[in-house]
T-cell receptor, first 115, second 112 residues
Framework: GAVVSQHPSRVICKSGTSVKIECRSL??????MFWYRQFPKKSLMLMATSNEGSKATYEQGVEKDKFLINHASLTLSTLTVTSAHPEDSSFYIC???????????FGSGTRLTVV | QKEVEQDPGPLSVPEGAIVSLNCTYS??????FMWYRQYSRKGPELLMYTYSSGNKEDGRFTAQVDKSSKYISLFIRDSQPSDSATYLCAMSANSGYSTLTFGKGTMLLVSP
């Protein structure tokens, strides 16, 4: 089945630094990838949609200059949290939609803690 | 009114029980309905995927969609401790490839 690898699974960083999260589709080409944020006991909130080779589409209220998304190839999308602050601490999850598959495959998530 | 409503639980049941998980929604444009299972600190994994109204069965899991009532259900038969997780409903309009709207998720605890 389709596999999406997300790395790192956990990261702790200092306030003001930047963190990059990678999302790779291992056995299929992902034309579209989605980035979600999830707070404890809350639902998945879509942050942005990225299509390979074009700019990401951000959801209302998501700062595009803070959450930089790059989808440079059909197998890799990255989310960079710039100038991280403690309020950015959350669980970030990517998902990918393949070129011919049904539904979405999720990565295993990244627990970001900003201290 | 939120687009998708889901009781967060937790729902505690003994092993072997039949579990019923539900979501209601308000957007009549939703046509594709999914159930995801999410273990703690992991990404969601797709359990069931249905289009429009009707039932779909896969092993111990049965998904039901009633579009007239805007109500979907997931039934788990012979529940196991390994079923303990958070179950999220998700739905989308137009096609299975548009963005998903998720419920908050219901935490299920199955005790041995």
């Amino acid at each position: 089945g389709a596999v999406v690898s997300q790395h790192p699974s956990r990261v702790i960083c200092k306030s003001g630094t930047s963190v990059k999260i990678e999302c790779r589709s291992l056995d299929f080409q992902a034309t579209t990838m989605f980035w979600y944020r999830q707070f404890p006991k809350k639902s998945l909130m879509l942050m942005a949609t990225s299509n390979e080779g074009s700019k990401a589409t951000y959801e209302q209220g998501v700062e595009k200059d803070k959450f930089l998304i790059n989808h440079a190839s059909l197998t890799l999308s990255t989310l960079t949290v710039t100038s991280a602050h403690p309020e950015d601490s959350s669980f970030y999850i990517c998902s990918a939609r393949g070129t011919g598959g049904v539904g979405y495959t999720f990565g295993s998530g990244t627990r970001l803690t900003v201290v | 009114q939120k687009e998708v409503e889901q009781d967060p639980g937790p729902l505690s049941v003994p092993e072997g029980a039949i579990v019923s998980l539900n979501c209601t929604y308000s957007n009549s444009a939703f046509q594709y309905f999914m159930w995801y299972r999410q273990y703690s600190r992991k990404g969601p994994e797709l359990l069931m995927y249905t289009y429009s109204s009707g039932n779909k069965e896969d092993g111990r899991f049965t998904a039901q969609v009633d579009k007239s009532s805007k109500y979907i259900s997931l039934f788990i038969r012979d529940s196991q401790p390994s079923d303990s997780a958070t179950y999220l409903c998700a739905m989308s309009a137009n096609s299975g490839y548009s963005t998903l709207t998720f419920g908050k998720g219901t935490m299920l605890l199955v005790s041995p």
